[in-house]
Nanobody, 117 residues
């Protein structure tokens, strides 16, 4: 059974940090590119960051503040979020997509991040 389980969300003040984790099971983690998405209230889901064997990439809105990483031995992906801003408030989702066809993909259930003073 495939599972992506996010954790690490919470309520923080502007300027503080959080680290999100995404624990994967039920598939061969190393064969999948991993991404973080987020969805703020009333807005569409947006891509935040991605990591694969080719490297990592970031949305302009988080570049320089967020760092994505993965530990294939632990089947886990991370998102280190520094200098958080109220605009970062959203539900953060973990996403996995297979590196080659048939490109199976999976979503996690999300974890809430709230940045507020």
């Amino acid at each position: 059974q495939v599972q992506l389980v996010e954790s690490g969300g919470g309520l923080v003040q502007p300027g503080e940090s959080l680290r999100l984790s995404c624990a994967a099971s039920g598939f061969t983690f190393g064969n999948y590119a991993m991404r973080w998405y987020r969805q703020a209230p009333g807005k569409e889901r947006e891509w935040v960051a991605g990591i694969s064997s080719a490297g990592s990439s970031y949305a302009d809105s988080v570049k320089g503040r967020f760092t994505i990483s993965r530990d294939n031995a632990k089947n886990t992906m991370y998102l280190q979020m520094n200098s958080l801003e109220p605009e970062d408030t959203a539900v953060y989702y973990c996403y996995a997509v297979q590196n080659r066809p048939p490109r199976y993909d999976y979503w996690g259930q999300g974890t809430q991040v709230t940045v507020s003073s």
